[in-house]
């Protein structure tokens, strides 16, 4: 299942998830709205896996993860090594996140 980075993608479940597992919680994050459904957030570039499991242990879902730059929006801005993603309408600012970043807010004042 692919996500975009910082983008949500809504799962329905076939039954009430007891328990959410993440395997890398820095790639995705997964947000419970009810038993039945659950949101999946793409937090970091990578793939992971995410596994739902009733209150007997039954898998309800697992799938692998990939999260992905998406197709419209950003842009990597390179200067050497150093990579800045900028996130882009009418026009460009730097992102909260600079590519590479493990996840962590950086600031964006000048």
Do not use: H
Request: glycine fraction near 12%.
């Amino acid at each position: 299942m692919n996500v975009e980075i910082d983008r949500s993608t809504r799962v329905r479940l076939t039954g009430g998830a007891a328990s959410v597992i993440v395997g890398n919680p820095q790639i995705a994050d997964v947000t419970v709205v009810d038993a039945n459904t659950l949101f999946i957030t793409g937090k970091g570039y990578g793939v992971t896996q995410v596994v739902a499991v009733d209150a007997i242990g039954r898998t309800l879902f697992q799938r692998d993860i990939v999260v992905t730059a998406g197709s419209t929006g950003s842009v990597r801005v390179w200067r050497g090594a150093q990579a800045t993603e900028m996130a882009c309408g009418a026009s460009c600012a730097p992102s909260v996140r600079t590519a590479g970043d493990s996840g962590a807010a950086r600031s964006t004042a000048p």
